[in-house]
């Protein structure tokens, strides 16, 4: 299901190889089992009330999957969804840069127009923006806002902030040294870096960051109108930095993109299965509690 990444953490972290199959194998089986049964019930005649039965079977698993009450509703339908999108998306990247497709010659062409076209002014800005959204900015963002999540009590959100920053920086590196892509090269580089190029760690490290805030700041905004700009906000912020990076020609178009994919698909896996866990715990906790589920925070 993760296109691009079982060769890389089979290989790398078979621990968190493990982990992550055990996942799909659980957000897949109600679909496995839903599809199953569907295609049981039209290829085999049954009596009028055994296809009532079997359609109201359907709309029952079809209410549980969306939801927003249970452990495996609508959260878990999402979170699978995004995994299986975002993971596709970083395959087929991984794949055209690997092979030296089309999208190749276009990061060439984007690298080297961004290169003659520098400015002074603009280069000291997105210096500012790609130092802040380095490795130790995103760790120093990540504690501040991790010590504001522990005073909250808001103890899964610091779980899925800690497992999702820590975990996507040791999956970008692996993804770096599977890859082995070299980085631009000019003439007169605006900065120069001796790691490896693809996918972007800058880029991949503020997708996570700031998708783990907007997906907390959601489940305490209400309105769709804030909620939109906490996402907006978030989208602005993670192309700043893929910009940045591309502009001090430090990375090629597909390193962002492929980042931003990798990072989504971590995220979502993240998110979802500890959002899982703290949803199963309190209804195992407090049977009566589902309604309260999309309320409960922390």
């Excluded at 790691?195 to 783990?212: K, L």
């Amino acid at each position: 299901m993760l296109y691009g990444f079982h060769p890389v953490l089979q290989g790398t972290f078979p621990e968190i190889f493990k982990l992550v199959k055990r996942f799909e194998m659980r957000a897949a089986a109600p679909w496995t089992g839903f599809i199953r049964g569907s295609i049981g019930s039209v290829n085999r005649p049954a009596p009028l009330s055994a296809r009532i039965a079997d359609l109201t079977k359907i709309s029952r698993f079809l209410y549980a999957r969306f939801s927003p009450e249970g452990y495996a509703g609508l959260h878990l339908t999402i979170g699978a969804v995004l995994l299986i999108a975002a993971s596709a998306v970083f395959g087929a990247i991984a794949e055209d840069v690997s092979s030296g497709d089309a999208i190749t010659l276009m990061d060439v062409r984007i690298a080297r127009w961004l290169h003659l076209h520098a400015d002074a002014v603009l280069t000291r800005l997105l210096l500012v923006v790609t130092d802040v959204h380095s490795p130790a900015g995103i760790v120093l963002m990540s504690s501040a806002v991790g010590m504001y999540l522990a005073m909250r009590k808001s103890w899964y959100w610091l779980l899925s902030l800690v497992v999702a920053v820590a975990g996507g920086g040791l999956l970008n590196l692996a993804m770096k040294y599977a890859f082995h892509r070299a980085r631009p090269v000019f003439d007169d580089p605006l900065l120069t870096l001796a790691t490896y190029s693809f996918p972007s760690g800058h880029t991949a490290g503020s997708t996570v960051f700031y998708g783990v805030l907007v997906c907390y700041l959601f489940s305490r905004v209400v309105g769709w109108a804030q909620r939109a700009l906490v996402v907006l906000v978030a989208v602005c912020m993670v192309l700043l930095v893929g910009l940045s990076r591309m502009y001090l020609g430090v990375h090629y178009f597909s390193d962002v993109l492929g980042a931003i994919a990798e990072a989504t698909a971590w995220l979502a896996l993240t998110v979802t299965a500890i959002s899982t866990l703290r949803r199963r715990r309190l209804l195992h906790a407090q049977p009566g509690a589902a309604p309260m589920l999309r309320d409960a925070h922390g």
